[in-house]
């Protein structure tokens, strides 16, 4: 007799990641929210101030190619164990430094481990997906936002009552390390995989076969694509909500602090749901809806007329945005199932590609043109998406057209 339930061990993997995703949110939440914190700290001017910015993206993406070589020798859930304990330790450095260097040397860690973490963490999500057989990637980048909900939330607090940046991250850091090093024990990776019972023959096949297949760059760019625009919308939400809501649409100081916060907790809602969505009308369907309710968003936002549409605007943008980078890593996983370690580690270059160029590209038209204007940029450029969206359902070779990998099963 088989049970179609996954294995307490692949339940127990899921769990573990999940908690590394949320530890990830919250840490990363903690250093973009109180980066005005850290330019009062060191004294930095506001010309200077975009090139430590620019330093941490570009240096993630120098992080995430090493990580596809490194984990030709190393598993992904070893890459993992280490890096996350040195990106929070990182962010603790960058908040108690004094001097400009100190900052500078404590961002370039966080930028090239952040890369690597984030690689490994969807190398394992996308191995993990494949094992249980359904869509479970939603889940994993959904803990991620409740992560940075939890870390934005203790910053307001930190900027609240005024707390010194290493009095607010010292016990931060030291609470959250432990927990994510106990929580590794259980990662479940490709070598851990392959001494499981639970995986098919033909799982077995493709990760044995891991580190000897080829990653098409012709096949891969179109969800490249997706992933850059997917992050031009996120940044330009994160860096010009606010400036859009109290310049443009003229609320209060306080209201424009409401959109970036309500486009996380529906980012959390959408990935909360997401997965049951794929698994019932598939990915395909998902990513074109998902497309659309953003492509509507930054629509209602251009043409809002006062600020609490704005915000409503801003509530579909998270709605929709949501779906698209996690199943754009599952997507690669699917695409080339004997080398997805190398296709998520190249697809993750091009989120720090799009997060780049989003806020920038956005700040110059709204400066030379208009910022209603500048928000049909991001808005044409995820509606784009729907032309790639086929790509979410590549089919390996083998295995039956547009169906998911067979459900794993224990048996006995």
Not at 13 to 24: E, K, N, T
Request: with cysteine; net charge positive; hydrophobic share 50%.
């Amino acid at each position: 007799m088989t049970d179609s339930r996954p294995s307490r061990r692949l339940r127990q993997g899921r769990a573990s990641l999940a908690i590394s995703f949320f530890v990830q949110g919250a840490i990363f939440a903690l250093l973009v929210t109180r980066i005005p914190a850290l330019q009062d700290r060191y004294g930095i001017s506001d010309g200077l101030l975009p090139l430590f910015l620019a330093a941490v993206p570009i240096l993630a993406g120098v992080g995430s190619v090493g990580t596809e070589h490194l984990v030709k020798r190393l598993r992904p859930g070893l890459v993992l164990r280490v890096v996350q304990p040195i990106v929070s330790v990182a962010l603790l450095a960058a908040g108690s430094g004094t001097t400009v260097w100190q900052l500078a040397a404590a961002l370039a860690v966080f930028g090239l481990t952040v890369g690597a973490l984030d690689a490994s963490m969807n190398m394992l999500g996308v191995s993990l997906q494949r094992a249980y057989g359904r869509s479970i990637m939603l889940g994993f980048h959904g803990a991620y936002s409740l992560g940075g909900i939890a870390g934005a939330s203790l910053a307001w607090v930190g900027a609240h009552w005024d707390l010194p940046l290493p009095t607010l991250y010292a016990p931060l850091v030291a609470t959250l390390v432990p927990v994510a090093l106990i929580a590794s024990r259980w990662y479940v990776d490709r070598q851990a995989d392959r001494q499981a019972d639970h995986l098919t023959a033909h799982q077995a096949d493709d990760q044995a076969d891991d580190h000897g297949a080829a990653v098409s760059m012709r096949a891969l760019l179109p969800l490249c694509l997706v992933m850059a625009f997917a992050y031009i919308g996120d940044s330009t939400v994160s860096n010009w909500s606010a400036k859009y809501l109290e310049d443009v649409l003229h609320s209060s100081e306080q209201l424009a602090t409401v959109p970036y916060n309500v486009y996380m907790v529906t980012t959390l809602l959408g990935r909360s749901f997401g997965d049951f969505g794929v698994r019932r009308f598939g990915a395909v369907a998902v990513v074109r809806a998902g497309a659309l309710l953003a492509g509507a968003g930054f629509a209602v936002v251009a043409a809002a007329p006062s600020p609490w549409v704005g915000m409503g605007g801003f509530t579909l943008l998270g709605l929709g945005l949501c779906v698209l980078v996690p199943q754009t890593f599952a997507a690669a996983g699917r695409l080339f199932p004997g080398a997805s370690d190398a296709a998520v580690a190249r697809l993750n270059i091009f989120n720090y590609v799009g997060f780049l160029i989003g806020s920038p590209l956005v700040g110059a038209l709204g400066g030379a043109w208009n910022y209603r204007a500048a928000m049909l940029v991001p808005m044409a450029l995820v509606l784009v998406t729907i032309r790639y969206a086929r790509s979410f359902t590549p089919v390996p070779a083998g295995y039956g057209d547009g169906h998911e990998r067979p459900r794993t099963v224990d048996v006995g």
